[in-house]
Structures are given as structure tokens and as C-alpha cells.
């Protein structure tokens, strides 16, 4: 993900104005579940920021993680899901990640596929980044874990977390783990996975 449109509300109003159905942007549960279910307990409070139409959230819940709040920038599609989800447990909140308004520690763990990703497509990009992670650090419960699913290798995200509030670990999946996958290309994808301090 490079594109400069990726990091544009816009584009994202504009594609989830069209395209209704799921769609999973690197990985589905399966290919990461391995690695997140090392850090989350079922009883635990989670934030799914950027949420877009991933089926993550209903495969977390069907796989027991009961306390799931999902958000996304887009009013567009978080008023889809609402209407979509009515009968589920699920929360459903438009919000922006950098001003978002959650209580402060009000979540055991914030997860992440993409999001970051899109937020550096954008302008002023460190500095949103940083926004975003401030917001992401108030809202953590002390010890509590930030996940970032992303194409970005470890010398280059990195540099993003900072050591004096992350303690980060780094996982690198591959695209080949995934049995429901037809192709032969291998595509490396990472997971961050960075405690509060
Ligand atoms: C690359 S998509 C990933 C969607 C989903 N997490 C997935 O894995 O399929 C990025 C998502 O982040 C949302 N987004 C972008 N900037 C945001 C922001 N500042 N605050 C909250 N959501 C944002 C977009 O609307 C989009 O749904």
C-alpha cells in the first residue's frame, strides 16, 4: 500500500459508497490468529480501529472474543454495518483514530489491519502517525497491547514505535501459511505487536 489516495478520507467514503461486500485487506483471521491469540484473552476489551468490510471482527466473535468495538472513519460504511449488524452485540462507532474520544484505558487492546498503513499514505503523514498512536497509547489500560497488521518491514515501521512507550515484538507472516490461498507468490506481511510501558 503506497498509494497517496489511501491516506484520502475521500477515497474511502467513495469506495465503501460502492463496494458493500468483505473484503480483507492482507490477512484474514486464520493467518494471523496464530500469533494475536498469544496476546488477547477472550474477556478482554477491544478496539478494531479502521475496520473497513473485514470479516475479522465476526471471525474473532465466532472464535469467542466477545467484547469487540469496531470503528472506521468512513460514516459511509460504519452506517452500513450498523444496519447490516442489528441484531449483533458488536459496537459500531464512526470515529477518526487521531481525535478519536474513548475514555482514557478503556481497552485491554487496540487492533489494527492496514490502518496505519493508510494513515502514513497521507499529508503530514509522521505527524498523523504519531496523532494516531498517541490516541491509540491514552486509550490503553497500563500493560495493555497495540496490534498492527501491515506490509511494512521492521526497519522501516519500526522506527514508528517509540521505545519509551512500546515494547515492541515483531512477527512476519507469509502469505503462503494460508491454505485457502491459490497462488504460488510468496507475500511477507508483518505483525507488531507493542506493549504499553
Ligand atoms: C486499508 S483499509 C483496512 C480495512 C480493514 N482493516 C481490513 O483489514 O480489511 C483502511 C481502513 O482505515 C480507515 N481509515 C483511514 N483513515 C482513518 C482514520 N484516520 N481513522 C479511522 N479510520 C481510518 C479506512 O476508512 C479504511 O476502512
Given at each position: 500500500?503506497?498509494?497517496?489516495?489511501y491516506?484520502?478520507?475521500?477515497?474511502?467514503?467513495?469506495?465503501?459508497?460502492?463496494?458493500?461486500?468483505?473484503?480483507?485487506?492482507?490477512?484474514?483471521?486464520?493467518?494471523?490468529?496464530?500469533?494475536?491469540?498469544?496476546?488477547?484473552?477472550?474477556?478482554?476489551?477491544?478496539?478494531?480501529?479502521?475496520?473497513?468490510?473485514?470479516?475479522?471482527?465476526?471471525?474473532?466473535?465466532?472464535?469467542?472474543?466477545?467484547?469487540?468495538?469496531?470503528?472506521?472513519?468512513?460514516?459511509?460504511?460504519?452506517?452500513?454495518?450498523?444496519?447490516?449488524?442489528?441484531?449483533?452485540?458488536?459496537?459500531?462507532?464512526?470515529?477518526?483514530?487521531?481525535?478519536?474520544?474513548?475514555?482514557?484505558?478503556?481497552?485491554?487492546?487496540?487492533?489494527?489491519?492496514?490502518l496505519?498503513d493508510s494513515v502514513?499514505?497521507?499529508?503530514?503523514?509522521?505527524?498523523?502517525?504519531?496523532?494516531?498512536?498517541?490516541?491509540?497509547?491514552?486509550?490503553?489500560?497500563?500493560?495493555?497491547?497495540?496490534?498492527?497488521?501491515?506490509?511494512?518491514?521492521?526497519?522501516?515501521?519500526?522506527?514508528?514505535?517509540?521505545?519509551?512507550?512500546?515494547?515492541?515484538?515483531?512477527?512476519?507472516?507469509?502469505?503462503?501459511?494460508?491454505?485457502?490461498?491459490?497462488?504460488?507468490?510468496?507475500?511477507?506481511?508483518?505483525?507488531?505487536?507493542?506493549?504499553?510501558?
Amino acid at each position: 500500500m503506497a498509494s497517496a489516495q489511501y491516506g484520502r478520507s475521500e477515497y474511502w467514503e467513495e469506495r465503501y459508497l460502492h463496494k458493500k461486500e468483505t473484503y480483507d485487506w492482507y490477512h484474514h483471521w486464520d493467518g494471523i490468529k496464530d500469533i494475536i491469540t498469544q496476546f488477547i484473552l477472550p474477556t478482554h476489551n477491544i478496539l478494531h480501529a479502521g475496520c473497513g468490510t473485514s470479516s475479522l471482527p465476526f471471525e474473532m466473535q465466532a472464535a469467542g472474543y466477545s467484547k469487540i468495538v469496531n470503528m472506521d472513519n468512513s460514516n459511509i460504511l460504519i452506517e452500513d454495518m450498523k444496519q447490516a449488524n442489528e441484531a449483533g452485540t458488536m459496537q459500531w462507532d464512526h470515529k477518526d483514530i487521531r481525535t478519536m474520544n474513548y475514555p482514557d484505558k478503556s481497552f485491554d487492546v487496540v487492533l489494527e489491519k492496514g490502518l496505519l498503513d493508510s494513515v502514513l499514505c497521507g499529508d503530514r503523514s509522521r505527524i498523523m502517525s504519531q496523532r494516531m498512536l498517541s490516541q491509540i497509547y491514552r486509550v490503553l489500560v497500563d500493560g495493555g497491547v497495540y496490534i498492527s497488521v501491515t506490509h511494512s518491514p521492521p526497519e522501516i515501521r519500526k522506527s514508528y514505535f517509540d521505545e519509551r512507550y512500546w515494547a515492541v515484538k515483531d512477527f512476519k507472516i507469509s502469505m503462503m501459511r494460508i491454505s485457502s490461498l491459490k497462488t504460488d507468490d510468496e507475500k511477507i506481511h508483518y505483525v507488531y505487536v507493542c506493549s504499553k510501558r
